[in-house]
């Protein structure tokens, strides 16, 4: 990696920096396209009333999820950390930390949850017969657009400032002077 050691952790120079926030920023919007393409087919798979459709709707969500959703994640997951570690951007930020756990816990449901129940789904659906589908397909691509749209606020309006532990010491206020 591009980087000079510095005490234990990494500086990413501007080429590597620049490759790598391209890669991050890439990888998180795919993400969350992926995620919007996910509502989008699980809507028309619950409301269709033409089995073919809905088949061809299921078929697609559990296609697109397990193909592309691990890539995608992994990605924006590997890249966010070497950022994080190659960057001022650390964990000492409450802003960073939060959507390193947003984005783990995402990535976790992607891989053990998302994607098995996308497959599951796909499986029990047949063109010649129109199914009752649990809400629950729409559920996992609601919470994930809503997860990755809070990234895309917390990496833009950075709130919260860094966090007091991270500071070194805590700030004790100057004792107040008299004016004489």
Do not use: N
Not at 78 to 91: A, E, F, N, P, R
Not at 116 to 136: C, E, I, M, R
Not at 168 to 179: E, L, T, Y
Request: hydrophobic letters at 60%; one cysteine or more.
């Amino acid at each position: 990696m591009a980087g000079a050691i510095v005490k234990g952790m990494f500086k990413l120079r501007r080429p590597a920096y620049r490759a790598v926030i391209i890669v991050h920023v890439a990888a998180s919007v795919a993400w969350l396209g992926l995620s919007l393409c996910l509502l989008v087919l699980g809507v028309w798979a619950t409301t269709t009333q033409a089995p073919a459709e809905q088949y061809a709707a299921g078929t697609a969500m559990s296609t697109l999820a397990g193909t592309l959703a691990i890539p995608f994640g992994a990605i924006a997951l590997v890249s966010g950390i070497v950022l994080m570690l190659g960057t001022k951007w650390s964990l000492a930020y409450t802003w960073v930390a939060v959507k390193l756990v947003a984005t783990a816990i995402a990535f976790a449901l992607t891989v053990f949850s998302l994607r098995p129940g996308l497959a599951a789904t796909a499986a029990s659906l047949d063109p010649a017969s129109l199914q009752v589908l649990d809400s629950q397909i729409l559920a996992a691509p609601i919470v994930s657009s809503a997860i990755y749209l809070g990234a895309v606020v917390l990496s833009y309006v950075k709130p919260w400032g860094r966090r007091r532990a991270a500071l070194g010491r805590a700030r004790v206020p100057a004792p107040a002077r008299s004016a004489r």
